[in-house]
């Protein structure tokens, strides 16, 4: 069998170590030694497709993943959106890619058709995707789409029962769209369990008072006057002295749907080990895919 000169030997490791398979070294050097005989240079083409491209190819879309989170995240969103393509055009399948190009489709303030087409296509390819569903639920709620966007905010957390964005959204849907304080009380419960954010005492507080439970409501008024929310507390205040709505500071901002962009409605403030924004994060590996 033909041998591979040996002078070549250090250039081949190095390529094979470069795309991280360098168990690969005997196939490759049989395989050139042989085409280079036989002059059957189209062998060579074909190296890297039946050797190394399985791993090395999986390393490379993981970096471009990564890179188009970060690029995301320094609200580069065109170059986010081209490295999201890029790994589509390898991993067609790949459901975080479109879930990642509708949020920054979204941010660029581009079609939003078009941001719930790539959200629903990521569904469709992995239906336990739940950022999709989290992401869709935002999109329609901003709609002001109540109905769809209870159904993926539900559907989400079917998927992941502890997704405390979903909670909270859910919260405020039933207790200024769907009349249920206690229904929400429940939801607001157990967002706390991941932030302490002051708003969602303000709506525990709306809550306990929307449901005739008035000195759990008074409590939330000393809670956040305890955290110097003293704007929050006088507003709840407010609305229970005049037996008025749910005051959420948003009624001067947008017309006469505004109480459902409530105080507290959308991405909190992430904690380690539990993120509440919007999500492009990969779930999974690529190679489930």
């Known amino acids: 069998m033909p041998m591979l000169p040996k002078q070549l030997h250090p250039l081949l490791r190095k390529i094979t170590e470069r795309v991280k398979m360098p168990n690969c070294f005997d196939v490759v ?9 036989t002059k059957q240079s189209f062998i060579l083409a074909f190296i890297f497709l039946f050797c190394t491209p399985a791993h090395a190819q999986t390393e490379n879309l993981k970096d471009v ?5 970060s690029a995301y995240d320094k609200q580069q969103y065109e170059v986010a959106i081209d490295d999201y393509q890029k790994i589509l055009k390898v991993v067609p399948n790949f459901a975080p890619a479109y879930n990642g190009m509708a949020l920054a489709n979204q941010a660029d303030g581009g079609d939003e058709d078009k941001t719930i087409e790539y959200l629903k296509t990521a569904i469709g390819y992995d239906p336990k995707l739940t950022q999709a569903y989290d992401n869709l639920g935002r999109i329609y ?4 789409d109540m109905d769809h ?3 993926y905010f539900e559907k989400a957390l079917k998927i992941d029962p502890t997704l405390a964005s979903a909670q909270l ?3 405020w849907i039933n207790l200024l769209v769907r009349s249920k304080p206690e229904t929400a009380l429940k939801y607001f419960k157990e967002v706390l369990s991941v932030s302490q954010d002051p708003k969602i005492y303000f709506g525990m507080g709306s809550a306990y008072f929307a449901s005739n439970q008035r ?3 008074l ?7 305890d955290m110097g929310q003293d704007d929050l507390a006088s507003r709840l205040e407010t609305s229970m002295r005049e037996n008025a709505d749910v005051d959420t500071g948003t009624d001067s901002q947008a017309g006469g749907n505004a109480s459902s962009q409530a105080a507290g409605l959308g991405p909190l403030s992430p904690t380690p080990d539990k993120p509440t924004g919007m999500q492009a ?9």
Not at 65 to 69: K, T
Not at 141 to 144: E, H, L, S, T
């Open 219 to 225: 409590d939330m008024i000393t809670k956040l006057r």
């Open 141 to 144: 709620y901003g709609r002001q």
């Open 149 to 151: 966007a209870e159904e």
């Open 169 to 171: 959204s859910l919260a």
């Open 281 to 289: 994060r990969l779930r999974g590996k690529l190679s489930d895919y």
């Open 29 to 37: 050097s049989r395989v050139i030694a042989r085409s280079v005989a």
């Open 65 to 69: 993943y990564e890179q188009a989170v």
């Open 215 to 217: 000195p759990q409501a």
